[in-house]
């Protein structure tokens, strides 16, 4: 809306067992935790200006020690039978506008062996997200929960707002958008894994 300040946060849903020392594979039964960094100013800033100022704010508030202090808070409440009450407390406020993303574009497609099973698997089947990130030949796709415009009220509204955001990402293959009642996509072979 035009009153408003551009405030943004943005919350990633991020796997903890690197940050615990785990190897990438090892199976851990709660391994995620939920880290929100926030700006202000969204609406004077470009998009490449976001996803800067983002990234500078993720080097701390998203470190491997944020990571692991947020896992051994909320893992010590569940010992005590608090956990909801600590993530109720940590989740944002105050906001314009809130992104949850799921960040899976560090993911190997798994290898199933050329001889067997066809090799490297092509695509992903998923009810990951809310908003997911996935890699795709040359860089990522992204697949938006429907919630993230729900202040575009139809659907003309919703495309218009996703070519707006496509038209601001570097890239050097046309982008696919879908707006379709599912998750809305957008992918680009130029748009690369941060």
């Given amino acids: 809306p035009p009153t408003s300040q551009g405030r943004a946060v943005a919350t990633f849903i991020l796997d903890a067992r690197k940050a615990l ?4 594979d090892d199976i851990i039964g709660s391994g995620l935790v939920f ?6 100013g969204l609406l004077q800033m470009s998009l490449p200006e976001v996803a800067g100022a983002l990234h500078e704010l993720a080097k701390v508030e998203l470190s491997q020690e944020a990571v692991r ?3 051994l808070l909320v893992a010590g409440a569940a010992n005590i ?3 909801f009450d600590v993530m109720w407390k ?9 992104l949850f993303l799921n960040n899976q574009s560090k993911r190997e497609l798994p290898d199933f062996g050329e001889e067997t099973s066809g090799g490297v698997a092509e695509s992903v089947l998923t009810n990951a997200g809310p908003t997911l990130v996935l890699p795709i030949k040359g ?7 429907q919630s993230t415009l729900r202040a575009a009220k139809s ?14 990402i570097p890239m050097s293959d046309a982008g696919v ?8 996509s957008i992918s680009s072979a130029g748009v690369g894994g941060a």
């Fill in 21 to 24: 020392g785990f190897q990438h």
């Fill in 35 to 40: 880290l929100t960094v926030g700006l202000s």
């Fill in 69 to 71: 202090r947020r896992w």
């Fill in 81 to 83: 039978g608090l956990e």
């Fill in 90 to 98: 940590a989740r944002p406020s105050n906001y314009d506008i809130c």
């Fill in 139 to 145: 860089g990522v796709e992204v697949f938006l929960d």
């Fill in 155 to 168: 659907s003309s509204a919703r495309l218009a707002a996703l070519e707006a955001l496509r038209s601001e």
């Fill in 177 to 184: 958008i879908k707006d379709m009642g599912a998750p809305n």
